[in-house]
């Protein structure tokens, strides 16, 4: 119940188009959902959260979907770039408590150029 | 925003020695810090909790006497890999939560290679 399932495994894209990076979850007392980045050798970068409470967020070229009755959210990268290549995890946690991340496995993203 | 420093980046020890890996939140207090071990092309597994000016909170599997974490201020916790052996080799990843913000700021990893 504590795992965090993320799809595809790895990822190639064509300049300029669209990525999409799912992930699906079971616990449901999970409330934040945060999506990292991380380029070989370093530490992950936060790109972008949601809570439950909205269906969608958007930052610049990236956007979460967030769907609550099916337990999944997805990170969409609109107009991917060489530079986007890297490893994306998704994540969930509680908003109470040690608030301890549950990460998905990861996708590895590849944009050609 | 929210800057989280470990240092050293990489490190080569010989099997049976020690070695110390600090993690600092640069502007900001941290009460719960995060160890991670990674291994190359998997995703981040949680070792421990790390709360200031008390005991860490180890993940089932990690043995504590191996991976030793100490928090002693609102700033800094390191970890220390004791006796370390070949199969330690990893990256770690320390993260920190800035008040009562959720996103974690995560470090920027240290490369253990035990020869």
């Known amino acids: 119940q504590q795992q965090v399932k993320q799809s595809p495994q790895s990822l190639i894209v064509q300049k300029g188009g669209i990525s999409i990076i799912n992930c699906a979850y079971e616990n449901t007392a999970f409330d934040y959902f945060p999506w990292y980045q991380q380029f070989p050798g370093k530490g992950p970068a936060l790109l972008i959260a949601?809570?439950?409470?909205?269906s969608e967020k958007k930052e610049g070229r990236f956007t979460i979907s967030f769907n609550k009755s099916a337990k999944q959210f997805s990170l969409h990268i609109m107009d991917s770039q060489p530079g986007d290549s890297a490893t994306y995890f998704c994540a969930a946690s509680t908003t109470s408590g040690t608030y301890k991340y549950i990460f998905g496995t990861g996708t590895r993203l590849k944009v050609l150029a | 925003g929210a800057v989280v420093s470990q240092h050293p980046s990489r490190v080569i020890c010989k099997s049976g020695t020690s070695v110390k890996i600090e993690c600092r939140s640069l502007d900001f207090q941290a009460t719960t810090m995060f160890w991670y071990r990674q291994f190359p092309k998997q995703s981040l597994m949680l070792m421990a909790t790390s709360n200031e000016g008390s005991k860490a909170t180890y993940e089932q599997g990690v043995e504590k006497d191996k991976f030793l974490i100490n928090h002693a201020s609102l700033t800094l916790s390191t970890l220390t890999v004791t006796s370390a052996h070949p199969e330690d080799s990893s990256f770690y990843i320390c993260?920190?939560?800035?008040?009562?913000?959720?996103?974690?700021?995560f470090g920027s990893g240290t490369r253990l290679t035990v020869v």
């Open positions: 949601i809570r439950p409470d909205v």
């Open positions: 993260s920190a939560r800035e008040g009562a913000w959720y996103g974690y700021t």
